[in-house]
């Protein structure tokens, strides 16, 4: 390792006892942090920048100031950095310099990622800059306002989107989480120039933001192309404005009719907890790997419950379960395609609560918890794998070798009292969408 020349950065080294990887974090003197994962002898290199605002965190506060964007804001911006122009854009800058770049909105953050088996400086430098100083003109905005409506119009038509942004309809009444990532009509045509200058000003603002770099990649030469690029200080981080939620879902179902040839069902089961207490850290990761292992014991094709339903004609190959937990909210869904979506929905609510409060299968529940903790140490010599993984943990924040040891600690005894809600009847909601002029078939 090389002795750090480079001003305001600070350097933190772990390595996991499992693997011999390394983990570097560099972090600067304005916030900005550095996830460097050397890869001596690869030739593919991984990059991401974490952008920490999501759709949810339309309402946020700096200070004693409360701030408000419209919803869809985030997915907005996105846009503008990252789409197409007649020239190419950015997107056709970073191929022209040999990276396979993309971007994506979630709930919770933005990510900017790219991979490329070329030097990785060129593209990095590229796409900082065009993050740090973005294109919000009024001329970006308005060349990007009608493909972003097209863009919901298309979601809103099909109806897997639309199956699930009436799931979070009902399991919602106040929490941002059940709007549409990308907004709605009305919002979208709301957002203006100064309403994605307050979000770039606070969130784009290297105090925020962080990189994740996975590869062989000399960490002098990202430190000397940081360093220009960074202020000497940070500034006041923004922190989102809490949103009280009712524990149980906001209504119990809903039937929606659309030109498909087979309906459709999802289970939605609300999660309490993290309404309660703010999540982090560990914490957090611990909880949203705990959920998955319960609903995988619980739904899997190995499970009574999935054995059941298939025999019983109610579910198809479609099916599939996911849980996702945040700071501040969680849930569950769970579904596919039904010939009696109803009858499906209602028998999959019946056997969970059943299973639930019977026990879940201490057998079942430790081959996934070993499947899953070794999937996952074996998904770590993927560059982009690791890279992502990493990425998506600056959020919380936790690092990528902290999780063998969150999957050692989960036991099944813990659980009972943390996921209860699985057994209450009232934590459950139903969406269906069936087709146009068809009805709900029932037993």
């Not at 709007?179 to 709301?190: L, R, Y």
Request: aromatic residues 10%; contains cysteine; proline residues 6%.
């Amino acid at each position: 390792m090389f002795t750090n020349t480079v001003k305001n950065f600070y350097l933190t080294e772990t390595q996991d006892p499992l693997t011999g990887h390394l983990l570097q974090t560099w972090r600067h003197s304005s916030g900005f942090m550095l996830k460097l994962l050397p890869r001596p002898r690869f030739s593919r290199c991984f990059a991401a920048v974490t952008v920490p605002f999501g759709s949810i965190h339309a309402d946020f506060r700096v200070g004693e100031r409360d701030y408000s964007v419209p919803a869809g804001s985030a997915h907005f911006l996105e846009h503008c950095i990252f789409s197409r122009d007649d020239e190419g854009g950015l997107l056709g800058g970073l191929s022209r310099l040999g990276a396979s770049a993309n971007a994506y909105t979630s709930h919770t953050h933005t990510m900017y990622y790219f991979s490329t088996t070329g030097s990785v400086v060129e593209p990095l430098n590229k796409y900082l800059r065009a993050l740090l100083k973005p294109d919000i003109s009024p001329e970006r905005i308005e060349a990007e306002r009608p493909v972003i409506l097209a863009e919901l119009d298309m979601y809103r038509d099909d109806p897997d989107s639309r199956l699930f942004s009436d799931l979070l309809e009902l399991l919602y009444a106040k929490h941002p989480v059940r709007i549409d990532v990308g907004g709605t009509h009305a919002s979208v045509n709301a957002i203006t120039e100064a309403d994605l200058r307050v979000i770039v000003d606070h969130y784009y603002h290297p105090s925020s933001l962080s990189l994740t770099i996975a590869g062989d990649v000399e960490a002098e030469k990202i430190l000397r192309l940081l360093e220009p690029l960074l202020p000497a200080e940070k500034i006041e981080l923004p922190s989102a404005v809490p949103v009280i939620e009712q524990p149980l879902p906001f209504a119990a179902d809903n039937v929606r009719a659309m030109d498909v040839r087979t309906a459709s069902f999802l289970v939605g089961i609300k999660d309490p907890l993290p309404g309660r207490e703010r999540l982090r850290g560990r914490d957090l990761a611990a909880r949203q790997r705990a959920g998955r292992l319960v609903f995988d014991t619980l739904l899997s094709e190995a499970s009574a419950i999935h054995e059941t339903l298939l025999n019983e004609g109610l579910i198809h190959d479609s099916f599939s379960a996911q849980y996702t937990c945040d700071a501040d909210f969680g849930f569950a869904v769970a579904g596919g395609e039904s010939e009696k979506p109803e009858q499906a929905g209602r028998r999959l609510i019946e056997l969970l609560v059943s299973q639930w409060n019977a026990g879940l299968d201490a057998k079942l529940f430790d081959i996934q918890k070993r499947a899953a903790a070794g999937d996952f140490l074996r998904a770590l010599d993927s560059i982009d794998y690791s890279g992502m993984v990493q990425a998506r943990c600056n959020l919380y924040p936790v690092d990528l070798f902290d999780y063998p040891l969150i999957y050692d600690k989960i036991e099944l005894a813990d659980l009972r009292e943390s996921f209860a809600f699985i057994g209450n009847p009232e934590s459950y909601s139903l969406s269906i969408v069936n087709p146009l002029g068809g009805q709900v078939n029932v037993t």
